[in-house]
Nanobody
Framework: QEQLVESGGGLVQAGGSLRLSCAGS????????MGWFRQAPGKEREFVAS????????YYADSVTDRFAISRNKGEKMVDLQMNTLKPEDTAVYSC????????????????????WGQGAQVTVSS
């Protein structure tokens, strides 16, 4: 059974850092582009970052460029999101996502061509 499990969320002050991790199981992890999305209370889910199956390509939402970094460890089936210089507007539930199709692009994940979602991890940034 396929699973994506996030960890590393929590409460941090503005300007601080957090690292989210997503552990994959039950799938051929290395074939799929992966991504992170977030959903704040009362708002729609939005794209944050994506990474290609090889790890050589990444794409970021404008709101997080130069602050967040996505990476993957294929051997351990992990995808991480390093979040720096956090702002209160980054407060949301962050979810890991697997592309719908093997070897699809980072832009496909950006456009929500997602085949599986994790349960999400809460990130709260206080001012």
């Amino acid at each position: 059974q396929e699973q994506l499990v996030e960890s590393g969320g929590g409460l941090v002050q503005a300007g601080g850092s957090l690292r989210l991790s997503c552990a994959g199981s039950g799938l051929t992890f290395e074939r799929y582009a992966m991504g992170w999305f977030r959903q704040a209370p009362g708002k729609e889910r939005e794209f944050v970052a994506s990474i290609s199956s090889s790890g050589g390509g990444t794409y970021y939402a404008d709101s997080v460029t130069d602050r967040f970094a996505i990476s993957r460890n294929k051997g351990e089936k992990m995808v991480d999101l390093q979040m720096n210089t956090l702002k209160p507007e980054d407060t949301a539930v962050y979810s890991c996502a697997r592309a719908k199709t093997a070897y699809s692009s980072v832009l496909a994940v950006r456009d929500m061509a997602v085949g599986y979602w994790g349960q999400g991890a809460q990130v709260t940034v206080s001012s």
